[in-house]
């Protein structure tokens, strides 16, 4: 049976019914529902729900109760996301699993709280500091925010890493039909953890410091032949490029359902381009670009950012299409035409046609 | 037979300690540790260390152990509490780690009234790092940030944490202490004890500071920094219960 859900409260109940047992969160638009719906929900299930004091307290609140082996979660949204670096690289240093999203606004600064894909550098570079990644997902609709919690909370246990899920303001917003399936948690095994039973097996102790170079350099090259195998099982990309189209589109979350629409538009026109969508932006499709159709000419990046996820794109298709660029940022969504209008402008010489109602974001790269 | 007249505590592992000659946190390590033991908490227990010279006390303590970010450990104890209330947690920080960069975190610890403990140690200044001035820092005290002696005009006057701490309505217990003698030493010990106990009993947030020596830091030979703490940190910051829900002051 299919229910109407906003994805802010998907993602809450989804993780929830992923045996999440402690949330912590720290007010901020736009994914206060989250922490709203934990307020709630937690009292109860019995989980743990906290408004910390900010979202440095609150990600080394999951640090905390990773580390005491449960399953945990934080939400926020960009600045708030910022302040959560430090426990993110610490998180990661320390292999602790736990699931974090960023429900994204635009930026930079205090910036607005519309949405925005301004993130992703963030999401996909670490963000923090030292050598390390955070998978991160990147649902279009409210039932794969659904299925992604389950996805995210397994991923992160399976690898002990803290995971992402990287969404704009307008999915966390937006109401749709969710078929609210369940699946089992992954089986692991966390006899790591410092629970406090050190009567009944040796003693643990979590850190993320090493203080011998050699010993520190091994930890990192472990953590990385972890990341090896993330890029090998768990990349995630949906790749409609049909024989015949002159144009690949890539476009994640939200935004890509725009695109989807403006393949449309220029299909009524007898332009056929299809689009790429990934779902993992750490680890990043990048093979998919080199097993393209030998129709397509150009590849079309649209974001709601100036511009980066496009250098991922440019690093997978490393010189065989010329890469175009299309963005709105600052909160503003690009509508489907715009999309179609810099197709044609890309299939023809520019001359020919009339300017683009948008000039900003253009730039070809 | 010889009889044994002093053994280590079980509360502490092999490792040996990091600290430097005539520095408290190898003496506060021993008062947790034997206080974990006497209350037959140990196997049950969870020690978050700080950043700060104390940063490897996770390897020192014989329980569960974890490294927090400088001045996270107690939300990171607030994290590992709530999911496991029934087991005893505690933090140890400097005044760095405490009272400059995680005030935030420990003050909110103390106002939601979480069940876990807390040992402060102040030092009057940064240890780690080389001796720099510390929120604890007293006025004329010099250190390597403030080499013409603490100013009040520029940085204030040093900051009275257990003071502090004890306007939070759910801090259920504060005390400050010293182990600069005996006598002193095991007053700190029942401190500590009574904290643990706090928690035990489901009191919520206690919290003992020590004002600890750092000849290191202070440029003094170990017995005269030990003397300095009785000359110079004693009067500024009064020992003393400054909060005890379960008793009398
Ligand atoms: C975010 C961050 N800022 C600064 C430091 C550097 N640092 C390491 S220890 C320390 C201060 C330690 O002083 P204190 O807490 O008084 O402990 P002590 O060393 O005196 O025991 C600082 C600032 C750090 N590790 N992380
Ligand atoms: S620097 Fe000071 S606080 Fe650190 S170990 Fe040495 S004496 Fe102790």
């Not at chain 2, 009191?203 to 750092?214: D, N, P, Q, Y």
């Amino acid at each position: 049976m299919k229910v109407l859900m906003k994805g802010n409260d998907a993602i809450s109940e989804a993780a929830i019914q992923a045996g999440c047992k402690a949330f912590f969160g720290y007010p901020i638009t736009p994914q206060n529902e989250i922490p709203e719906y934990f307020s709630r929900r937690m009292e109860e299930s019995g989980g743990v729900f906290i408004q910390a004091e900010s979202e440095v307290g609150a990600i080394n609140m999951v640090y905390g109760a990773a580390a005491a082996g449960v399953r945990t979660m934080t939400t926020s949204s960009s600045p708030g996301i910022a302040l959560k670096q430090e426990g993110i690289s610490f998180a990661a240093g320390a292999d602790l699993p736990c699931v974090i999203v960023n429900v994204a606004r635009c930026g930079p600064g205090l910036g607005g709280i519309l949405p925005a894909q301004s993130d992703y550098f963030q999401a996909t570079r670490g963000g923090g500091h030292g050598d390390y990644y955070t998978p991160t997902f990147a649902p279009s609709t409210v039932q794969e925010c659904w299925d992604m919690v389950f996805h995210a909370f397994d991923i992160a246990d399976k690898y002990r890493t803290p995971t992402m899920i990287l969404i704009e303001g307008m999915l966390g917003q937006m109401m749709e039909p969710l078929e609210m399936t369940k699946r089992p948690p992954i089986k692991v095994d966390k006899s790591w953890c410092v629970d406090g039973n050190a009567g009944k097996r040796p003693r643990n102790t979590i850190t993320s410091l090493s203080l011998y170079a050699e010993v520190l350099e091994e930890m990192n090259f472990a953590r990385f032949r972890k990341y090896e195998e993330i890029k090998k099982h768990e990349t995630m990309v949906e790749n409609n490029v049909k024989d015949g189209d002159k144009v690949a589109i890539v476009a994640y979350g939200t935004p890509s359902r725009i695109v989807i629409n403006a393949i449309e538009e220029l299909k009524n026109d007898g332009i056929q381009a299809g689009l790429i969508r990934p779902i993992t932006v750490w680890p990043f499709p990048y093979d998919v670009f080199q097993s393209l159709p030998a129709s397509v000419e150009h590849i079309l990046v649209a974001e709601l950012s100036m511009g980066q996820m496009v250098e991922d794109v440019r690093l997978g298709v490393n010189g065989k299409y010329p890469v175009h660029f299309y963005g709105r940022t600052g909160g503003v969504i690009f509508e489907p035409k715009e999309i179609s209008q810099k197709v044609r402008e890309i299939l023809k010489p520019a001359r020919e046609l009339p300017p683009a109602r948008v000039e900003m974001g253009r730039g070809e790269v | 037979m010889a009889k044994v007249v002093y053994e280590k505590s079980r509360g502490l592992t092999d490792v040996p300690l990091t600290y430097c000659p005539g520095c408290s946190h190898g003496i506060v390590h021993k008062l947790i540790a034997e206080s974990l033991v006497e209350l037959d908490v140990l196997d049950k227990s969870i020690a978050v260390a700080p950043v700060g010279c104390s940063v490897l006390a996770y390897e020192f303590f014989n329980c569960d152990g974890i490294q927090a970010a400088h001045g996270r450990a107690p939300a990171v104890a607030c994290g590992i509490k709530r999911t496991n209330p029934d087991k005893i947690v505690f933090t140890y920080q400097g005044d760095g780690d405490l009272a400059s960069i995680g005030t935030a975190e420990i003050i909110h610890a103390a106002h939601r009234g979480d069940n876990f403990t807390v040992i402060f140690i102040n030092n009057a200044i940064y240890g780690m790092t080389g001796g720099q001035m510390a929120p604890t820092t007293l006025i004329g005290q010099k250190t390597s940030t403030s080499p013409y002696g603490r100013k009040e005009e520029s940085a204030g006057r040093p900051l009275l944490v257990s003071e502090m701490m004890a306007q939070i309505p759910n801090a259920a217990y504060i005390e400050r202490v010293s182990v600069h003698d005996i006598a002193h030493l095991n007053k700190a010990k029942k401190a500590v004890k009574k904290a643990f106990q706090t928690q035990i009993d489901n009191k919520g947030f206690s919290m003992v500071e020590v004002l600890a020596t750092c000849p290191i830091g202070w440029n003094l030979p170990p017995v005269e920094a030990t003397q300095w703490v009785v000359e110079n940190l004693m009067p500024y910051y009064p020992l003393g219960v400054y909060k005890d829900v379960g008793g009398a002051q």
